[in-house]
């Protein structure tokens, strides 16, 4: 026997079914209108970025138009867009993001 330390054998036919969730990027886009402070505080209070992190990811997405904020499970992925949205709207902006399978 191999397993020695509880007794049991381990069988090789059992697969142990571990699905690794499907990850989606939480992407950020570009607009005209919402305050280069206003991206960057999102991104430290959503997405746990460090100051100068968030700085890089806001010019990232003013010049290029898009950039990823992180890359969650989905449901975790979705209450992110949310609270983007509902912050953004309710400061006046139009701040939009989405998600995209990673
Ligand atoms: N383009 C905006 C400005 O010039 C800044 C900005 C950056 C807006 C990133 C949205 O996701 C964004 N004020």
């Known amino acids: ?10 069988r ?3 697969r142990v ?6 990850m989606y990027r939480v992407v950020l886009l570009n607009d005209d209108y919402t305050t280069m402070d206003f991206v960057v505080s999102i ?3 959503i997405f746990q ?15 290029s138009g898009r950039g990823v ?3 969650y499970p989905r449901e975790i992925a979705e209450a992110k867009v949310e609270l983007v949205h509902s ?5 006046g902006y139009p701040l939009a993001c989405q998600i995209e399978e990673a």
């Open 1 to 10: 026997m191999a397993d020695t330390s509880s007794g049991t054998k381990t």
């Open 12 to 14: 090789s036919k059992e």
């Open 17 to 22: 079914k571990t699905k690794k969730p499907k």
């Open 43 to 45: 991104l430290e209070s």
């Open 49 to 63: 970025k460090s100051p100068a992190e968030a700085v890089q990811i806001m010019l990232k997405v003013h010049t």
């Open 69 to 71: 904020c992180g890359v």
């Open 87 to 91: 912050r953004a709207r309710a400061a």
